[in-house]
């Protein structure tokens, strides 16, 4: 069975960095479409990233919202990858969701504030 | 940029039949998936592939699809259908676009 494990949320400061891991046990991330998704308290899904498969570039693609500040990357030898984000604002206080394929994990919240 | 549209709530007695439509100009084109989603909660998968169906989730949920709209149907609806309903597809770039959200109401 196909599991994603994301780490653990926190507390940044605006204009302040955080990383958010996503685990993935059951499947080979060579082989997989990686997505990250965020929903604000009360809100809707919000796509804001994927990194393509090896054998379809391996690019990434971004949100107009987060471009230019947010990363991904992927680590196949170890089945993770990774969103990195700089430049925090408080709007992007949300529970961010890793997605492969059409499984989710499990959520991690992060807050923006000062 | 593309977009899914999706009613903002529906309502419906136990017993009846919800149904929740989704809209987008490239649905006949691209498969639609559609996850559920409890508060507190990831979402969780219910329909993929326009109208297939995972194997834990109840035959009484079901997807069609005509021209540009998908739709769910969840008959005899229940208490515990009580939820967030996202139908999500991709653009012709392959990115990921989801709906709005349709909340449903077991009254």
């Known amino acids: 069975e196909v599991q994603l494990v994301q780490s653990g949320g926190g507390l940044v400061r605006p204009g302040g960095s955080f990383t958010i891991t996503c685990e993935v046990s059951g499947m080979s991330l060579s082989d997989a479409r990686m997505n990250w998704v965020r929903q604000a308290s009360g809100k809707g899904l919000q796509w804001i990233g994927r990194i393509k498969r090896p054998v379809d570039g391996g690019t990434t693609d971004y949100a107009a919202s987060v471009r230019g500040r947010f990363t991904i990357f992927r680590d196949d030898s170890k089945n993770t990858f990774d969103l990195h984000m700089n430049s925090l604002k408080t709007e992007d206080t949300a529970v961010y969701y890793c997605?492969?394929?059409?499984?989710w994990g499990q959520g991690t919240l992060v807050t923006v504030s000062s | 940029s593309y977009e899914l549209t999706q009613p903002p709530s529906v309502s419906v007695s136990p017993g009846q039949t919800a149904t929740i439509t989704c809209s987008g100009d490239?649905?006949?084109?691209?498969?639609a998936f559609w996850y559920q989603q409890k508060p507190g909660q990831a979402p969780v998968l219910i329909i993929y592939q326009d109208t297939e169906r995972p194997p834990n989730i109840p035959a009484r949920i079901s997807g069609s699809t005509s021209g540009t709209t998908v739709t769910l149907t969840i008959s005899g609806v229940q208490a515990e259908d009580e939820a967030d309903y996202y139908c999500?597809?991709?653009?012709?770039?392959?990115?990921?676009?989801f709906g709005g959200g349709t909340k449903l109401t077991v009254l």
């Open positions: 997605l492969v394929g059409a499984k």
């Open positions: 999500q597809s991709t653009d012709t770039d392959g990115i990921v676009v």
């Open positions: 490239a649905l006949p084109k691209q498969y």
